[in-house]
Structure formats: C-alpha cells, structure tokens
C-alpha cells in the first residue's frame, strides 16, 4: 500500500497528513474484479470466518451509530431446508448448494440498545414510538451495513451471492418468530467457481449518475 | 496481499483456487481504523478524484444490476448555501466547512435503464406500474451503493461523514427538480483532522447480532 498523497489533496506544497490509498490488488479484490456468483468450489465455512465477516462489517458507519444489522447464517441441511420454500424458482440451487446463506436482516428493536451505542444523548428517545422513522432508519442502515457485509467478505477471499428474490414474510416466519427482526437480503458465501461466470454487466458512467454542482 | 488459502477454505488436502485476502493496511483502511470525521484539514477534492470513488463504487453488487444510486458532489459555495437550510442544527458546520458533500440519492426511475444494465430478461417489466416495489428496490439498493460509495472514498484516501439529519423534502426541491430522484443520506467528503475525533463507540458482539443454524 503507497502511502502517497491522495489525488486531490494538493495544498499548494504543503505537507498535509493524508490516509493511504488501498492497494490495486485491494481495489480488484473488493470491486474491479469482484463477482456475483452462483456456482460454488468444494469447501465448508467455519464459524472463526464468518465471526471475521462480522467483525470488520459491525466498525462500518452507521446513524447515531445504531447498528440495526442482525445475520443468520443458514448452515446445516435442516436450516437451509427451512429456507428452501421462500426462495424463488431462480435462487433455489444456488442457495441451496452455497456452504452458507446469510439472511440479512435488521431489527426493528434497534433503537432500545442506544443508550449503550449512543450514550451521548437520550437517541432512544428519537425513536420509541415513532414507526415511520425505526422503519426508515432500521432499513437504511441495516442495508448499509448489509453492504459492509458483502466487502467484508470479499476482503476476506469469500464470494458473494446477494438475492432479493424471496419471499421476506415467509423467512420471516421461519426465521425470525418474535416478529421484531426483519429480513432484508439474502447472500450466498462461498468459493466462486469463476469458469461458470457470464460476462459482467455494463454499469452507469459518471455523467449518467453523477453530478458535481 | 498474501496469497494464503483462506481461512474455513479447507479440502482435506486438494488444492483449491480461492481469492486473496486484503491486507491488514486494508483491513484498517476500510474498517478497523477508519472513522466518521466532523472537523476537517484544508484541501481541495478535485473533478478526477470523485470519478474514481464513483468508478470504484459502481461495480458494486445490486439486484438485477439495477444501480439506482445518483450523487450530486455539492461543492461550490453557492451549491453549499442552497444545501444549508435543509441540514439539522448539529450538522451544519461540520458540512459548511467540508470541501465536498455528497449527496447519495435513488432514481425511482432507475428501471427505464434496465434494457440496457439487464438485458437477459424484460426486468423492466417486473417495475413499471409497482410503485411499492419501485421504492423498495431503489432505497435497498441505492443504499447498498451508498455504503460501496463510503468504503470507496476510504480505499482512495479520504475520510467520510454520512449524516441522514437534514430535511430531505428540502433537499429534493432544492436539487431534484424533476421530483424522480430522492435524496437519501448526505456524506461529506475531506481529510478529516484525527485529533479532534471523539472516543469510538462500541459495537454489538457477534453473538448479539449474529446467529448460525
């Protein structure tokens, strides 16, 4: 990793403290190269990794750092046969041949851990009572942190799978009986087999997306 | 970046093709070291700098390649003063004073471009007409960008400050004239001055967020 400037940080010749910038090796792992699949290499994953996953995803950003992401990871023949039915026609083998499928859920109970998160201001109190805003903030940062989840992963060498296409009240109900966990997205880990890929998807260019006012 | 196996990747012994992992530059680039930053150090961000955070940030995972986010990179200090009256008290300064905000929107027109993002299917047929579904899809996936977008600003050197306490209604007549694009979160963009961080706050434990079945 250089640990020269960052593009854009000139200040005229002065010195000025600047973070490093990731690697290219780094930058192919996490995005350029990095793919969603769905046909996985042999191999099993252990609880040492996925605690790894976890445990980089949780220091992401979050709101009044409020954390709402909670992950079941489906392992076992029988967990994943109690997901089996929600999947569309589509997700089945591939979720059911991946060594584990997290569902990538958010609590809607989120806010009642803040006056630890947050012990700076009475933050419970923004929330309790008010379902538009827990919804709203439990959805947006729940998925932020579904996406340090997936970088997560790959920083560690896992591939991805992530799926929208599920039946959400049905793994709610097999998953999640208190009714105050919501899921969000499912995502595939494993091994990619990456002679099975297709070709990558054009994306949107900077003038299509972006701004600069 | 070691090429070791990583770690659970274990098959009793045959040699199995599987990704690197990110160093421990990386890992504390991206997670372990960086933080939320309000105060920031002088410097510009220049035009080619946000392209590479977008161009990095756009090859990121969403459902059906759908890439809902849209950003506008408020720099100009007239762009500034139109975005100041929607920012909630706390988070005026902090966002006056950094060189860049972004704003991280969602197109809720996002599968018009789907013929082209997609082609493998009709998917623009499973959107028009389904608002509910339309918003769903955007906020989930434009969100899951917005986090690509934050670790993709850290990878090539700055600090970030995402805030959602402004009035997005305001935010939305003042640069989303055409009522399609929805502002979702603000993130400012700068070299944040670590000495004026604040302790970092605790994050749940795996066990407490995290299940495997």
């Not at 699949?37 to 994953?45: D, N, P, Q, R, T």
């Not at 070709?199 to 972006?210: I, N, Q, S, V």
Request: one cysteine or more; proline letters at 7%; aromatic letters at 8%.
């Amino acid at each position: 990793m250089p640990s020269r400037p960052a593009p854009g940080a000139g200040d005229g010749g002065k010195e000025t403290p600047v973070n490093k910038i990731l690697s290219d090796e780094g930058l192919d792992l996490l995005f350029r190269q990095a793919r969603t699949h769905s046909h996985w290499l042999e191999g099993e994953i252990v609880d040492v990794l996925l605690e790894a996953i976890y445990d980089l995803a949780k220091m992401g950003p979050t709101s009044a750092n409020c954390s709402p992401m909670r992950v079941v990871f489906v392992r076992s023949p029988e967990a994943k046969e109690r997901l089996r039915p929600a999947l569309d026609a589509g997700n089945v083998d591939k979720t059911m041949t991946a060594p584990v499928t997290a569902i990538v859920a958010y609590d809607t109970g989120f806010y009642e851990h803040l006056p630890r998160l947050f012990p700076h201001a009475d933050a419970r109190a923004w929330f309790a009572g008010n379902e538009a805003l827990i919804q709203e903030t439990a959805m947006r940062n729940g998925t932020l942190q579904g996406a340090y989840f997936i970088i997560a992963a790959r920083a560690l060498g896992l591939d991805c799978g992530p799926m929208s296409g599920f039946d959400k009240e049905a793994v709610d109900r097999a998953f999640f009986r208190d009714r105050r966990v919501k899921s969000n997205f499912l995502c595939n880990l494993a091994h990619g087999d990456a002679d099975k890929l297709p070709p990558r998807g054009p994306r949107l260019d900077f003038a299509e997306a972006c701004q600069v006012v």
